[in-house]
């Protein structure tokens, strides 16, 4: 397939890699800023990599040379479908939300298009580069940004307070990062089979042991709470940027 890559940032140059690794897409032409904004004439998708206040300065100079029956597919936050498509006019749409682990071949993405096609492109896209959730509504794609393209980042914070109170316990800074990253890896690997989350939690935790009773306290400390204010929060917030705030 001939696609166009516009913006090579951190999740544009994450698709890339992902791409090359898997030989997913061979030679997609690449926009930065530091090239002509021109589309190859055999250009079968446009994928749109740029941040949501950018993406109608970074789009508009490519219409003269975006073929008509190029997909546009867009894995921007909060950028609506039919805001691209008046953009891109005639163009089909389809929006993607993956996260950066696609450069390993490794990521989950979000899929969702009202046009059977463009949905079938953005399967071919990112099924190779990630495990592939396919949504009825545009607007469920907002909470999909939440708990997949976000929601490493949370991980991250979450094993950062372990880390820190790690160090409050006694142990040394780098003691604390390593085992606390160590920790993040081994919980990878059990999400990366087929059991589900009841269970890898059950596996760790002995009946009267040390996980429990950290669970209890995640839950006497309103850990539902959190996770509902971190996913209610990317939601508003994904909201606000299809607004244009
Ligand atoms: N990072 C992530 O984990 C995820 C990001 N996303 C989405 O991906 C999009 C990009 O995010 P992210 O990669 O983090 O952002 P970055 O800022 O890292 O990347 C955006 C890139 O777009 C480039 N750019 C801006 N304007 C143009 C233009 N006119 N022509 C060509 N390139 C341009 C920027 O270049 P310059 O630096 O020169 O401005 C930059 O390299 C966002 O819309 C975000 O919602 C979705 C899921 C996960
Ligand atoms: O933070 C952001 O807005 C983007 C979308 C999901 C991950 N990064």
Request: with cysteine; aromatic share 2%; net charge negative.
């Amino acid at each position: 397939m001939r696609v166009t890559l516009l913006g090579h940032g951190r999740l544009g140059s994450a698709i890339a890699e992902g791409w090359r690794l898997t030989g997913a897409v061979s030679d997609p032409t690449i926009l930065t800023r530091a090239v002509p904004p021109v589309c190859p004439p055999e250009t079968q998708a446009l994928v749109v990599a740029v941040k949501p206040a950018a993406w109608r300065e970074a789009v508009a100079p490519l219409l003269a040379t975006l073929p008509v029956d190029a997909v546009v597919v867009s894995v921007m936050a909060g950028v609506l479908a039919d805001d691209l498509a008046a953009a891109a006019p005639g163009r089909p749409v389809a929006r993607v939300m993956p996260t950066t682990a696609v450069a390993q071949g490794q990521g989950v993405a979000a899929i969702w298009s009202a046009d059977e096609p463009a949905r079938a492109l953005a399967h071919r896209l990112f099924d190779p580069i990630a495990d592939t959730v396919d949504l009825d509504e545009e607007a469920m794609l907002d909470a999909a940004t939440a708990v997949a393209g976000s929601a490493p980042a949370f991980f991250y914070a979450l094993a950062q307070a372990l880390a820190a109170a790690g160090v409050e316990a006694g142990l040394t800074q780098d003691a604390a990062e390593r085992l606390t990253r160590g920790a993040l890896r081994s919980a990878g690997s059990g999400a990366g089979t087929d059991a589900s989350l009841e269970d890898l939690i059950a596996r760790i935790a002995s009946p009267g042991g040390t996980t429990r009773a950290g669970l209890d306290a995640l839950v006497d400390a309103d850990l539902n709470g959190a996770g509902a204010a971190a996913v209610q929060a990317a939601v508003s917030r994904a909201q606000a940027l299809a607004r244009g705030d």
